[in-house]
């Protein structure tokens, strides 16, 4: 089994020092499926790969009464799951939880990196890392002994993962998901798994839209152990969305000690209602905290709240208490599964739609995909788009230096950066558009949220 995990930060020879592993020194570990060999292929300024080789002993592993002729003869010595994360753990241990004496401030930062995996289950590699901010590239591998002509691949790829990452980030994603790919553990799972699965998982889990199936098979499908991770998976995601605002405890109005994420529906809103929305799509709803507050202004008379996640759909569902609401209440509120990159007809036809803190989570190169979904097939009269000015982010002491405000971002853009961007959506699709703060300015930085409400042919 083999992983090699390459920088190109410079200087790139840090991954020793994140690692505590020195590039000039090949080093061996005993685990308990065998040996675990470090080691550097390159090691330079510019570009630095560590390589992790795990030596299964496959007669030792079978070594125990009851022994039969197919656990000599399988794919556990080459295929990488749960013995190689075994290993992984305990070689790389302390870089896993992030900690570096030496280089703190760079064990923070996300670096980019690319992580090699020659032999690896494919089925579910994209729909696992892509959610994660990882390219996929794989290339699967045939089986052997077939005539090529009728030559068909096998169930195992050479598997290339490219992003950017934190390297703890970037190992504790590994750690989890080598062994969901494999679909079995080598060892008893037991409640302490649960423990080693929320712990690696911190921060990127809950978030995961396939957490639930992640977390079944992580926990080799034992039902009282996954139903327990799930159910404490959730107690981090009830916490009110008013404590939480991208992951970061950001700064209070001192005059009327508000939240910044209620500062910002406050905000919506105060928009939809100087524009004379009535009926308003929220895209991107998520757990529905902003269709709360849409739901509580009498004036908006159809309320529509779309995400691609069916689960973001429950959990808003359950959290507006949807079957106990008022009938006129309810008659009030939709809630759509669709995709914001996708057209979809059934939008159209509303007088405003609300991209709040949504489009940092999609790929730059999906971006012309959602604008001519919402400016062009939904095409309403007003649409409201918030996103993170990351400027403002050097003012928050909990955040590192480099970091976005949450594992789920993709990009997060200057004051400049979203003004070009509004400007040629507006431009190309019809609109007029203008820009307002929302949150405490800085003379420097600006605001911490910034706002861009766009108007159908004419001035806001």
Request: one cysteine or more.
């Amino acid at each position: 089994m083999l992983l090699t995990l390459t920088t190109t930060h410079r200087p790139a020879t840090d991954l020793g020092h994140l690692l505590h592993k020195h590039p000039d020194r090949a080093q061996s570990f005993t685990t308990s499926s065998g040996t675990a060999h470090v080691f550097y292929p390159r090691a330079d300024e510019e570009e630095c790969t560590v390589a992790l080789l795990l030596e299964v002993d496959p007669v030792g592993l079978v070594r125990k009464p009851g022994s039969t002729l197919t656990q000599y003869v399988n794919d556990r010595p080459y295929v990488a799951g749960s013995l190689f994360t075994v290993a992984l753990g305990a070689v790389f241990r302390s870089a896993v939880n992030g900690r570096s004496e030496s280089h703190a401030e760079l064990a923070a930062t996300p670096i980019p990196l690319t992580a090699r995996i020659p032999v690896l289950p494919h089925r579910l590699v994209e729909r696992l890392f892509t959610p994660l901010g990882w390219t996929v590239d794989l290339t699967p591998i045939p089986l052997s002994g077939v005539d090529e002509d009728s030559r068909e691949d096998s169930r195992y790829a050479d598997v290339t993962l490219t992003g950017t990452h934190t390297l703890s980030d970037a190992l504790r994603h590994l750690y989890v998901l080598l062994p969901v790919l494999d679909g079995s553990k080598h060892y008893w799972v037991a409640e302490d798994e649960v423990d080693k699965l929320l712990r690696a998982g911190e921060g990127w889990l809950g978030a995961h839209p396939d957490r639930e199936l992640i977390t079944t098979r992580y926990l080799a499908r034992r039902r009282p152990l996954v139903q327990s991770a799930l159910a404490r998976l959730a107690e981090v995601e009830e916490v009110e969305p008013e404590e939480l605002d991208n992951a970061l405890e950001e700064p209070v109005l001192a005059e009327r000690q508000v939240p910044l994420a209620v500062l910002r529906r406050e905000t919506v809103v105060a928009r939809l209602r100087a524009a004379g929305a009535r009926r308003v799509l929220d895209l991107g709803c998520g757990d529905g905290s902003l269709l709360r507050a849409l739901l509580q202004e009498p004036g908006f008379t159809e309320v529509q709240g779309v995400d691609v996640s069916v689960r973001a759909l429950q959990v808003a569902a359950r959290r507006l208490h949807l079957d106990e609401l008022p009938d006129r209440q309810r008659e009030r509120l939709v809630l759509r599964q669709s995709s914001l990159t996708y057209a979809d007809p059934e939008l159209a036809g509303y007088d405003a739609a609300v991209l709040m803190e949504v489009v940092e989570h999609l790929d730059p190169d999906r971006l012309p995909a959602l604008e001519h979904s919402v400016f062009t097939v939904a095409r309403p009269r007003t649409v409201l788009v918030t996103t993170p000015n990351v400027e403002y982010n050097d003012l928050f002491d909990a955040l590192p230096r480099g970091r976005y405000r949450h594992a789920d971002h993709r990009f997060e853009w200057t004051r400049a950066e979203f003004r070009d961007w509004a400007a040629g959506v507006a431009g190309r699709r019809g609109y007029t558009v203008r820009h307002l703060p929302i949150g405490p300015e800085d003379a420097e930085r600006g605001a911490p949220t910034q706002l861009a409400v766009f108007t159908l042919g004419d001035d806001d």
